[in-house]
């Protein structure tokens, strides 16, 4: 592509956009523009190839622009794009009876939305007018978006002091302590929203009797337990959705991310019939004009179908189980750099001794063509989020420019 290209769009986002942008992607090696992509990588402008290793942040488990998920996109784009919104919706009503077959339990009642952070916000308020509660319960560490509502849940105050004073009656408290929990958690309390492992928190995993001893003290208070999978759900932990491994059914899930399979931006949130009621009484109390809409329902249907048919859960467990293995070996080689390797299934996290080399090795990553980020929260921790249907050759090369960066950060160190 002609420079004059490249030159103009940076100009655009420094004028435009945001040109703190601009100084945060050059640092990182990346000016760069993203062309074109296909399954486990992303082509540049000059033609440079990278893994995509960070993979939308959960979005692209089914890698970039698959066939089946294009293809129910195309024939829909050919029959009507958007909803008049007065007539039933097929894509729609397919979209939620697909939800309803694929998450825990007895979750039945399905609203779509276009993010998730939408989602949370929907969630949050189904979970006050369903209680009759105010109180909602939330971790510190945690993301759940960066709306009023879902800003109100989020625990970090890098994202929240700005923009106080947030909603009302939301507490924080340490995830994965159930004490904390218990303190806190009573009949005020309208519902306990958590995500079963933390992403943008530094990808933390809680014991493995956390999230069920949650919800048993939601159910001897009568508030409702809101499971937060916007990132971890549709197979990214090795399980459909990640409360799967600790077998708990929440009263309300959220989901997003994954769930468009990479082609279309969607998000839901999905009730038990009980919880619903408000809904059903008063359908109008939520609404959503684009939220839904039969472009992004129908790349819902696809990119569920392909999950369950490419056996993406099992492949994300075997792969995620190998990477891990790999991944501490090398931490074993490396204590001075790394901190700690952890994760379930392809949401892994490597937290590193020092807040500097995080950036360090995702620049030296960039450079070696595999692209990676640490986490929002947590710069410390460098996340792996591939595609489900990354290939173990594909794998191979992510583990030598790995060991290769660790490599120089080590040197780097002992410069010191």
């Not at 540049?44 to 959960?58: A, R």
């Not at 004073?165 to 218990?182: C, K, M, N």
């Amino acid at each position: 592509m002609e420079t004059e290209c490249v030159d103009e769009t940076i100009s655009n986002y420094e004028q435009f956009i945001n040109p703190a942008l601009v100084r945060l992607f050059r640092l990182m090696g990346l000016s760069t523009l993203e062309w074109t992509a296909s399954g486990s990588v992303i082509t540049d402008n000059s033609g440079k190839e990278y893994i995509d290793c960070l993979g939308g942040y959960g979005v692209f488990s089914l890698g970039h622009r698959h066939p089946a998920v294009i293809q129910a996109v195309k024939e829909q784009l050919e029959l009507m794009p958007l909803s008049s919104k007065v007539f039933f919706s097929k894509p729609l009503s397919d979209a939620a009876a697909a939800l309803a077959r694929v998450t825990p339990g007895n979750l039945q009642y399905s609203f779509f939305v276009n993010s998730g952070a939408e989602a949370v916000e929907g969630a949050l308020k189904l979970a006050r007018i369903a209680t009759g509660r105010k109180k909602i319960i939330a971790a510190k560490n945690s993301f759940h978006g960066k709306s009023m509502g879902a800003l109100s849940a989020t625990g970090r105050d890098l994202f929240r002091n700005p923009f106080l004073p947030l909603l009302q009656d939301f507490i924080h408290v340490p995830f994965g302590d159930i004490s904390e929990l218990r303190n806190v958690l009573d009949e005020k309390t309208a519902a306990v929203i958590l995500e079963p492992l933390q992403g943008e928190g530094g990808i933390i995993v809680p014991p493995d009797d956390y999230l069920p001893a949650v919800r048993a003290l939601c159910d001897q208070v009568g508030a409702l337990f809101i499971c937060d999978e916007v990132q971890t759900g549709f197979g990214r932990t090795g399980a459909m959705f990640a409360v799967d491994h600790y077998g708990v059914v929440p009263d309300i899930i959220t989901t997003a991310k994954a769930l468009g399979g990479g082609v279309m931006p969607i998000g839901a949130f999905t009730a038990t019939a009980k919880v619903w009621e408000p809904y059903i009484e008063s359908p109008f109390l939520h609404t959503s004009t684009f939220g839904g809409n039969p472009l992004a329902t129908a790349a819902a249907v696809a990119a569920i179908k392909v999950v369950e048919e490419e056996g993406l859960v099992e492949q994300s467990s075997v792969k995620g189980e190998k990477l891990l293995g790999k991944l501490r070996f090398l931490a074993q080689a490396y204590p001075e750099v790394i901190r700690e390797v952890r994760g379930k299934g392809l949401m892994i996290g490597i937290e590193f001794t020092k807040e500097g080399v995080g950036g360090f090795v995702m620049a030296k990553l960039i450079e070696q063509g595999i692209l990676a980020a640490y986490t929002l929260n947590n710069p410390k921790v460098l996340r792996m989020e591939p595609p489900l249907i990354i290939q173990a050759d594909q794998l191979e090369q992510v583990m030598a420019a790995l060991t290769t960066s660790v490599a120089e950060a080590q040197s780097m160190i002992e410069d010191l």
